[in-house]
């Protein structure tokens, strides 16, 4: 029962920072709309490189895992 309780709660926790998130982001682009589209533009770029990134890192995981480092 109270790890039933305490999920619900994260879960709710985490639609509350959502929520907050997305009202700060709305009200970031009534009051500064080319700033803000700026920089969730840059945001999101860094993102999409951060995921290159990793999916390059992954693939060389299984060469680690055997010891084969590679020069």
Known sequence: MIDA???RTNIAAL???LAL???TMVWLFWHFPVITSVATVA??????VCARLA?????DMPDLQRGNQGV
Do not use: E, Q
Request: proline share 0%; charged share 15%.
């Open 21 to 23: 998130s997305a009202a």
């Open 5 to 7: 309780s305490r999920s």
């Open 43 to 48: 945001v999101l770029a860094v993102l999409g």
């Open 55 to 59: 999916r390059l890192s992954d693939s």
């Open 15 to 17: 639609l509350a920072i």
